[in-house]
């Protein structure tokens, strides 16, 4: 059974910096696409961060410069570090993995707030 843990979401200030993990068992996350998708209220979720099994990442606009993924291979996981936090970014933090059209999977959520 696939399961994504988030982990590390909370209140911060602005301008303030937090780590969001994931935690992945019944997949490596080595050999999936992973993501952060967030969803604020009465918002679209959207994808903040990639990174594919080759290693690209890819970052929407938004937070170029200020968000980091990067996932570790010895404890199957993906880190969002999240730097510079402006409260646009409040929002719900997802964990998401997929291969091609088959695999798609999704974590609970993390709440992320930052105040002004």
């Known amino acids: 059974q696939v399961q994504l843990l988030e982990s590390g979401g909370g209140l911060v200030q602005a301008g303030g910096s937090r780590r969001l993990s994931c935690a992945a068992s019944?997949?490596?996350?080595?050999?999936?696409?992973m993501g952060w998708y967030r969803q604020a209220p009465g918002k679209a979720r959207e994808l903040v961060a990639s990174?594919?099994?080759?290693?690209?990442?890819n970052y929407v606009d938004l937070v170029k410069g200020r968000f980091t993924i990067s996932r570790d291979f010895a404890s199957n996981t993906v880190a969002l570090q999240m730097n510079s936090l402006k409260p646009e970014d409040t929002a719900v933090y997802y964990c998401?993995?997929?291969?091609?059209?088959?695999?798609?999977?999704w974590g609970r959520g993390t709440q992320v707030t930052v105040s002004s």
């Open positions: 019944g997949i490596f996350v080595t050999m999936y696409t």
């Open positions: 990174i594919t099994s080759d290693g690209t990442t």
């Open positions: 998401n993995g997929k291969a091609g059209r088959t695999y798609n999977f």
